[in-house]
């Protein structure tokens, strides 16, 4: 018994001599690896034809238990423009929404390896670029969209007497659609919530393609959102939950337009929403990181209104 605490010093000198010199290298050599895979994550990946997202590490990995986690910043870009999300600080009189801190990641399954966390502000910066890009916009004419009633001032003056009176013979309308301000993304338990402005000028055609405004209307569009991961893209489906209708100006004076409800409901489930959810469904690339392959991953949706996570 005696022997015991000198065989243990001597055996514990001997393994703090050994272990770093054959440890080190093994480490090493990890460590390398690694690296070279996280390089390739600092690359530009391009977002269809109208901008691009770069991921990149922004610090160096932190070693927690069985696992190693990496934190990355995401820039997103429009091609031949300016950046969207801006890591350096906006220019001077561009409005800064306010950054939702991320949150700490949930506990990960038992039959997943890998979880990646995409915040709302990153979300949030894929559909500023699309506001920005116009591709959320859409003109629509009579007849463009089998599904909807004739786009005339008759179908209208069935509605709103006023439209009626103002034009007793019927002519063809056009409704404008645009998207003013970048939608605002918010992450809620099971459920993704889109609060989407739009305004809907309708244009009376006269001959010789003369246009006059009839009225314009703010639409208060409240989406629903459905994640799903295809291909290594986050793709993104919008369903309409309600509209709040607002009359901004009219040239037959003022009408109810909750007359407008029914109507306005079918042009967006019919023509506007399938356009973006066409935008919307090519997907947005995940990073390449750790050759880890998140197609079909799990998709959580996490009630801090701060985050979604992956898990393959």
């Given at each position: ?26 480490v ?6 690694v ?7 600092n690359s ?12 990149t590490?922004?610090?160096?990995p932190?070693?927690?238990g069985?696992?190693l986690?990496?934190?990355l910043?995401?820039v ?6 300016g ?10 009189g ?7 801190p ?12 890998s ?12 559909l ?10 859409l ?9 909807l009633p004739?786009l005339t ?7 709103i007497?006023?439209i009626?009176?103002?034009y ?6 056009l ?7 970048a ?42 959102a459905q ?10 489906s919008?369903t ?12 037959i ?13 079918k042009?967006?489930n ?14 947005i690339?995940?990073?390449?990181l ?5 197609s079909?991953?799990?998709v ?6 701060a ?6």
């Open positions: 018994r005696s022997l015991l605490p000198i065989v243990d010093n001597l055996l514990a000198s001997v393994l703090n001599r050994l272990l770093p010199s054959l440890l080190c290298p093994v090493d050599v990890a460590l390398g690896l690296n070279d895979q996280l390089e390739l994550v530009l990946v391009p977002l269809g034809l109208l901008g691009s997202i770069q991921y590490v922004s610090s160096l932190l070693v927690t069985q696992f986690e990496v934190d910043n995401t997103v870009g429009r091609v031949a423009g950046l969207v999300d801006f890591p350096l600080g906006r220019p001077e561009v409005p800064t929404p306010p950054r939702v991320m949150p700490p990641l949930p506990p990960m399954p038992d039959t997943s390896s979880q990646l966390g995409l915040s709302v502000n990153f979300l949030s910066s894929v500023a670029m699309l506001q920005k890009q116009g591709v959320l916009d003109d629509i004419s009579s007849g463009m969209f089998p599904e004739p001032t008759s179908t209208l003056g069935a509605l007497p006023a009626f009176q103002a007793p013979e019927s002519h063809e309308l409704l404008k659609i645009e998207v003013p301000k939608p605002v993304v918010t992450l809620k338990k099971n459920k993704g919530a889109i609060q989407l402005m739009a305004t809907v000028e309708v244009m009376v055609l006269h001959p010789n393609d003369v246009q006059k405004s009839l009225c314009l209307l703010n639409i208060d569009a409240a989406l629903l994640f799903s991961v295809e291909e290594h893209r986050l793709r993104i919008v309409l939950e309600k509209t709040e209708i607002s009359l901004v100006s009219s040239s004076g003022s009408f109810d337009t909750s007359l407008l409800d029914m109507l306005v409901e042009i967006f019919v023509a506007f929403l399938p356009t973006m959810n066409s935008m919307l469904g090519r997907g690339p995940l990073p390449k750790l050759n880890i392959d998140f079909h991953a799990d959580d949706v996490i009630e801090v209104s985050w979604s996570g992956l898990f393959p």
